[in-house]
């Protein structure tokens, strides 16, 4: 499946404060992972995937969360 459709299966988006939040893989400190060409690819932080999607590819310098969750 194309890498948007992958990383939509990860992202639940029933939270009650509005948070979209990422139930894929994390990392210790608790920000999301995804791997955008699949198994052994490499991972890229899952906020910053979603960024680039909705910028339509631009590349941001620093992703912040307006609700400080990390797996928002």
């Known amino acids: 499946a194309p890498a948007e459709v992958r ?20 990392e210790r400190s608790g ?13 890229v932080g899952a906020h910053r995937f979603s960024f680039e999607m909705a910028n339509a590819g631009q590349a941001p310098l620093v992703v912040m969360h307006e609700c400080d969750n990390r797996s928002c």
Request: contains cysteine; positive net charge; charged residues 25%.
């Open 7 to 26: 990383f939509w299966r990860y992202v639940d988006r029933s939270d009650p404060t509005g948070c979209w939040l990422w139930r894929g893989k994390t």
């Open 31 to 43: 920000y999301g992972r995804f791997q955008v060409g699949g198994k052994g690819s490499p991972q």
